[in-house]
C-alpha cells in the first residue's frame, strides 16, 4: 500500500512495536505525519480518541477543557473527573482524573488517546507533573499516542528507560539525506544557536542582518522545520493586521535571503524556506547544519540504544554541544521558552550520563555529573537524593548532611516547601549511618 512505502510503517507494524507501552511517541515526520494520521484514523477507528490541540489552546488546562468538551458530545458525560480536578489547578490531580475518564470509556476495549501537534503546550513543570501522573495511573488497555513537531525528553526519556514508552519514526528521519552526495553542489548552511547565535554560508560568517528583526526570524525559522504563517504572526507581529503582517514579514524574509546569498561566490538567490501544503518548511536550495537539531538528534538516539557504549558516546556528543544557554542575547517569548527547554533536555543529559555511571558503579563520576545537572534544575529533589545515596555508600556522612540542607534551602527559596517525606527519611538514615 501506498501509505507503507511513503511513511515506511505499517499499521501491523504500529501495533507490534507499541503493544504493553502506556505511551507511544511518535517522531515527527513533517509532510508524511498526515498520510500515516489518515491511514491509522480510517483503520483504527474504534477504541480512538483523536484531538488536535488548536493555537489557542496555550495553557494545559486550556487544552484540557476543550479536549473534555469535545469528547462529552461524541461520549456522553466524559471528562466529569477531568472538569473538576481541572478547576484545582493540580497538575498531578489533572493527569489522575484524565486516566481514569479514558478508562472508563470501555473496559472491555482497547482506547488510544491521540494528541496532535502536541508542541503547542509550553512544555513546562506543569506539564511535567502532569505527564507523569498521566501515564502512571493509566488502566491496562489504555494508551496514549503524542504526535507532535518537535519531541522533548523529560519526562520521556524515564519512561522509555522503565519500558512504560516507544518512539516510533526515528529509524527514517528524512535529514539523513544530508549525507549523500549532491550532483549540484549547494551551499552550505552552519548554524550555531547555543550562545549569541552565529551563522556561516560556506565557512563565511554573517555579521550583517541590517536589523534584529531579520535575525530573530532567522533563527526562528531554524529552530522551526515547519511552522504556519499564522504561527510567524503571532509570534513576531500580533499587534499587527494581516496585510501589515504579511508586507513586513516579506520584507524580512526577503532580508534574510539577501544576506545568505551574499555569502555564496557564484551568486544566485538562495531561500532560507519554502513554502509547501500550508507550512513555511526548510527550502532545498541550501543544506542546513544546525546545532541545536544535532544536539536533540544525539538525546533521541541515546534514549532508545540498548547499548551503555553507544549511550555514552551519544550523551556525551549532546553534552559537548551544549556550549551555552540559546540564543542568550535573544529576548523573546518563544526564544526564551526554547531556552529553558533545552537546558531541561541538557539537564536530563547530564542525569542520564550520571545514572549510567551509577550502574557500572563508578560512584565519583556519577555523582559529578549529577552536581552539574542541579546547576541547571537545582529543583529536581531526585536528584538530590542521588547524590545523599551516593555520599551515604562511599562513607561520606558530611557531605551527604551538605546536600541535604541544600535541598532545603533551595526548595525554601525557590517553591516556599519543604523536603518530601522520602528525603526526609533519607536524611534520618544518614543521621543514624555509622
Not at 35 to 52: A, D, E, M, P, V
Not at 188 to 212: K, S
Not at 221 to 245: C, G, Q, Y
Request: hydrophobic share 40%.
Amino acid at each position: 500500500m501506498m501509505y507503507d512505502v511513503v511513511t515506511k510503517v505499517s499499521l501491523e507494524t504500529f501495533r507490534e512495536r507499541s503493544a504493553g507501552k502506556k505511551l507511544i511517541l511518535l517522531y515527527p515526520w513533517t509532510t508524511y505525519r498526515t498520510i500515516f494520521l489518515t491511514h491509522f484514523l480510517s483503520n483504527n477507528s474504534q477504541g480512538l480518541l483523536y484531538y488536535r490541540i488548536t493555537e489557542g489552546q496555550e495553557t494545559l488546562q486550556s487544552w484540557l477543557s476543550g479536549m473534555a468538551a469535545e469528547f462529552d458530545q461524541v461520549l456522553d458525560g466524559f471528562g466529569r473527573k477531568l472538569r473538576k480536578a481541572v478547576e484545582t489547578g493540580n497538575a498531578v490531580k489533572m493527569g489522575e482524573a484524565l486516566a481514569t475518564d479514558l478508562g472508563a470509556v470501555n473496559s472491555k476495549q482497547e482506547t488510544v488517546l491521540f494528541i496532535d501537534e502536541f508542541d503547542r503546550i509550553p512544555f513546562d513543570a506543569d506539564v511535567q507533573e502532569f505527564a507523569r501522573s498521566l501515564v502512571a495511573n493509566l488502566p491496562s488497555h489504555t494508551q496514549i499516542a503524542i504526535s507532535s513537531r518537535l519531541l522533548t525528553y523529560q519526562p520521556w526519556y524515564s519512561m522509555i528507560v522503565a519500558g512504560d514508552a516507544v518512539v516510533l519514526g526515528t529509524e527514517y528521519r528524512k535529514d539523513q539525506a544530508m549525507f549523500t552526495l549532491d550532483k549540484n553542489p549547494r551551499p552550505q548552511l552552519e548554524v550555531y544557536a547555543f550562545g549569541r547565535g552565529h551563522a556561516l554560508v560556506n565557512g563565511q560568517e554573517i555579521t550583517n542582518w541590517d536589523g534584529a528583526l531579520p535575525r530573530n526570524l532567522f533563527f526562528f525559522f531554524m529552530d522551526h522545520a515547519l511552522v504556519t504563517r499564522n504561527e510567524i504572526f503571532a509570534t513576531f507581529w500580533p499587534e499587527l493586521s494581516v496585510k501589515e503582517a504579511t508586507n513586513v514579514f516579506h520584507v524580512t524574509k526577503r532580508k534574510i535571503s539577501e544576506r545568505i546569498s551574499m555569502k555564496v561566490v557564484e551568486g544566485g538567490n538562495y531561500e532560507l524556506t519554502q513554502y509547501n501544503g500550508g507550512f513555511y518548511v526548510p527550502s532545498d536550495k541550501v543544506v542546513r547544519h544546525y546545532d541545536v537539531a544535532d544536539f536533540e538528534a544525539a538525546l533521541q538516539q541515546a534514549m532508545m540504544t540498548g547499548d551503555d557504549r553507544e549511550e555514552e558516546r551519544l550523551l556525551s556528543q549532546a553534552i559537548e554541544l551544549y556550549k551555552a544557554p540559546f540564543l542568550q542575547t535573544v529576548d523573546m517569548d518563544w526564544a526564551n521558552r526554547r531556552r529553558d527547554q533545552l537546558r531541561q533536555q541538557f539537564a536530563q543529559a547530564l542525569i542520564s550520563m550520571g545514572r549510567l555511571y551509577k550502574r557500572q558503579g563508578d560512584n565519583l563520576r556519577a555523582v559529578g555529573y549529577f552536581i552539574r545537572s542541579l546547576k541547571e534544575t537545582p529543583e529536581r529533589e531526585d536528584i538530590h537524593r542521588e547524590i545523599m545515596n551516593i555520599y551515604l555508600k562511599l562513607g561520606r556522612k558530611e557531605d551527604a548532611r551538605a546536600q541535604y540542607q541544600k535541598l532545603c534551602d533551595t526548595l525554601s527559596s525557590r517553591l516556599g516547601i519543604g523536603p518530601s517525606r522520602e528525603s526526609q527519611e533519607l536524611y534520618s538514615l544518614i543521621e543514624t549511618a555509622s
